[in-house]
């Protein structure tokens, strides 16, 4: 990586080439692997802000109730930031920085910032993110209804799982539980007629079972248990809390809340998924319990959003 030059084409002439001085060399497969190691160090400098850094993006948090005192906080981030970025021969993109304030109550302005692949709105409603998730899939209708003129129902499966159901698993965790979630069921409902080249006043609940698909309720479900699962070392149970076992000991403790949205976030609506399977389910490895859990729950076949058909299954 070391000894690189580079050079600039532009109106078909090209400048003399000049060693790189700064910044990470582009086209090596190193380059991405030193830009990480490059930028690791940066939440050493911002101790009373919280930050998140995956591949090359980096987020950084800030908390507070008091509005003013947020933005504050907020432009000395940003300056602090810019400052560690010239120190080390950075440069902060502006166009590609955004800004997000996340509050339980309405600001004027809502707008939305992709991280990750998701869109986040200040409210958390996933409005935009729903609405960019339907246009995708709009296209992946018009693929399915295309090749179900001359496809086998083998090939249409292929083709759902790989532009249909690859788009409405990516982040469902987050949304699934979200009054918006109904759009994409709807969506999913018509894929499935034109797998099963039904019409569309034929039930569609049938179908999810005979092609073994899980609904979209039930696959956000089924994410909810896989991601509890994997994650069983990060949560306490019942009996931790008490010198006794509790009638419901092996039951996992979730996040206190006091506000409708926060009894509503992925992690609390995972425990209590989680704590109403039975324990033989539980202590399954993961792949059998990924297994087991899609069977029961293609059997339980859960249609609606507000998730009562599946916790009344085990009443």
């Known amino acids: ?45 911002f101790p009373l802000t919280k930050s998140i850094q995956y591949a090359h993006d980096t987020t950084l948090i800030n908390y507070d109730k008091d509005c003013s005192c947020l933005a504050s906080k907020t432009n000395s ?24 304030t996340l509050s339980t109550r309405d600001l004027t302005d809502n707008k939305a910032v992709k991280f990750l692949g998701v869109y986040l709105d200040s409210s958390l409603s996933w ?23 001359f496809a ?6 292929s083709t759902y799982y790989g532009h249909f159901h690859s788009n409405i698993s990516y982040g469902l965790i987050f949304w699934g539980n979200s009054t918006e979630s109904i759009k994409v069921f709807k969506m999913q409902r018509y894929a499935i007629r034109l797998i099963s080249k039904k019409t569309r006043r034929e039930s569609c609940r049938p179908l999810f079972r005979e092609l073994q698909i899980l609904p979209l309720p039930g696959l956000y479900i ?35 809340h006091r506000l409708t949205l926060t009894q509503k976030s992925y992690i609390t609506m995972a425990i209590k998924f989680f704590n109403v399977i039975p324990a033989t389910l539980k202590h399954l490895p993961v792949t059998m319990f990924k ?25």
């Open 1 to 45: 990586l070391s000894n690189r030059t580079q050079a600039v084409t532009c109106a078909n002439k090209t400048s003399k080439a000049l060693p790189i001085t700064a910044g990470v060399p582009q086209g090596s497969i190193l380059g991405p692997l030193s830009f990480i190691l490059y930028i690791n160090e940066l939440p050493a400098y």
């Open 77 to 100: 981030t940003l300056q602090n930031l810019e400052i560690w970025f010239s120190d080390n021969n950075l440069c902060l993109n502006i166009e590609k920085t955004e800004i997000l």
């Open 127 to 149: 409005k935009h993110h729903i609405r960019g998730l339907t246009t995708k899939l709009s296209s992946s209708l018009f693929l399915i209804r295309r090749v179900a003129e």
């Open 152 to 157: 086998t129902l083998g090939v249409l499966k």
């Open 222 to 256: 089924y994410q909810s248990l896989v991601f509890v699962k994997n994650h069983l070392n990060e949560y306490i149970t019942n009996n931790s809390r008490h010198e006794y076992q509790a009638r419901h000991g092996e039951n996992l403790l979730g996040p206190q």
């Open 291 to 315: 297994k087991n859990v899609k069977r029961l729950l293609l059997e339980i076949s859960p249609y609606n959003n507000n998730n009562n058909e599946f916790f009344s299954f085990f009443k």
